[in-house]
């Protein structure tokens, strides 16, 4: 188990303040029945060495023991740690007082608990006992970013030798892509109505049609669309979540979900990579499983993800930077042929533009791929790409996924589209 990560999952017990955080000041206490803010927060707030936060589960009876009653609600509370008496009784280590940051009337004006809201009203709350905490729109300066990051990877680097890709698309990955966007992203939403109802019917019928997945994981997928399809109007993310949880304790998809960190999108320190990588990956995934399956709409599965991003995706910045991309979809794409290159040629022009940027990862560079080292034939002598070539590496690299998974994730029964495929420092 990776110790110098951030822990995600629900508290389980132990001690309430991170001992990694031993200066800290402040618990956040983030309740929900379905864990969506609160991961969120964690690690929005890994930097601040004066707060501990720590996501419950709803009807945790564990919050009995902060004096906090309702805890069937969605809500964050605060709590002062006090001084440390020499008693094993919680009670004489914190104020339970409990200040009430947050609650579903106070997030925002339309009542949702979101991670704007808690990031807006935690910000007010710390800023008035002088700790810097993130906020929803700058949670830290580009120029900060960089200079962190500058130190944290001298620090890597006195140890040991950068990281390198392995070469492998990995079945944990666009998985992982699979579960975030659903019980992460859609999740969100109050409402689900008109056009973003549209993207998500959209969205679902190309993973039932071209995501690589076991037979419990197809019906899984099914099942989730069918629900959706006669959903009520207006239902929003918290039915949705509801929908999806049904679905797997009928269906046991068995899909890998990245909670040990992600594989070939695994980035050299957390911030990087990811899940971004992770949605270029199973996109990819997609538009060549479309070709694999000569489907017959070859604009169907890049329609889909322009609906998602628009509708779904979080980075609103990349979101817009990827419909720009698509404005000239209905008139470039007339084959299945067209639909694989063209959101390769996309993908290759975003690597171009933030090639250098701060967001990159100084160790998997931004590259126009394929390279000549693992495709020698996809490039011609005057330097240009042979499509012809560049079409069939794209082939196999997305139809021969790797399922290698981490030991606590042996458990799960995935299946998938081959043995391995092989890329360089393509994705995030």
């Not at 079945?171 to 859609?186: F, K, P, Y």
Request: include cysteine; aromatic fraction near 10%.
């Amino acid at each position: 188990r990776r110790t110098d990560l951030p822990e995600l999952q629900p508290f389980s017990g132990g001690d309430i303040v991170d001992p990694r955080k031993p200066q800290t000041l402040y618990i956040v206490l983030v309740i929900e029945c379905v864990p969506m803010i609160g991961p969120q927060l964690v690690l929005d707030y890994w930097n601040v060495t004066k707060v501990t936060v720590r996501p419950f589960r709803c009807r945790d009876n564990r919050l009995r023991t902060y004096r906090i009653k309702d805890q069937a609600d969605e809500a964050v509370y605060v709590m002062k740690r006090g001084k440390v008496h020499h008693s094993k009784e919680i009670s004489d280590e914190y104020d339970y007082s409990a200040y009430r940051s947050l609650d579903k009337p106070s997030l925002e004006e339309t009542g949702d608990f979101t991670r704007k809201g808690a990031l807006t009203q935690l910000h007010r709350y710390f800023s008035k006992r002088g700790i810097t905490v993130p906020t929803p729109f700058n949670l830290s300066s580009i120029k900060d970013i960089s200079e962190n990051l500058r130190e944290a990877f001298n620090e890597i680097n006195k140890g040991k030798k950068p990281y390198k890709h392995t070469g492998e698309v990995f079945q944990v990955d666009i998985e992982g892509a699979l579960d975030h966007s659903l019980t992460m992203e859609v999740a969100i939403h109050k409402k689900i109505e008109g056009e973003a109802l549209i993207a998500l019917q959209n969205y679902l019928e190309v993973l039932v049609k071209y995501f690589p997945i076991g037979k419990g994981g197809k019906k899984f997928l099914y099942c989730v669309r069918k629900r959706v399809k006669h959903a009520p109007p207006g239902f929003g993310g918290k039915m949705f979540v509801n929908f999806i949880q049904k679905c797997k304790d009928r269906y046991n998809p068995g899909y890998v979900e990245p909670n040990n960190g992600w594989v070939g999108c695994h980035g050299t320190v957390p911030i990087y990579r990811g899940y971004p990588c992770s949605m270029w990956t199973m996109f990819h995934t997609l538009t060549v499983q479309a070709f694999h399956q000569k489907a017959e709409n070859p604009q169907e599965v890049l329609s889909a993800m322009k609906g998602y991003m628009k509708n779904f995706f979080g980075c609103t910045d990349c979101a817009h930077h990827f419909l720009q991309m698509a404005a000239n979809m209905e008139k470039e794409v007339k084959s299945l042929k067209d639909s694989v290159l063209y959101l390769w040629a996309a993908h290759n022009k975003a690597n171009k533009r933030l090639h250098g940027d701060a967001t990159e990862d100084p160790h998997f560079p931004k590259v126009q791929f394929p390279t000549s080292k693992i495709c020698k034939p996809c490039h011609k002598p005057d330097g240009a790409f042979d499509e012809r070539e560049v079409l069939n590496f794209l082939h196999h690299m997305y139809t021969h996924i790797n399922t290698v998974v981490t030991p606590t994730q042996l458990g799960f029964n995935t299946t998938y589209a081959g043995g391995t495929g092989h890329h360089d420092g393509l994705h995030g």
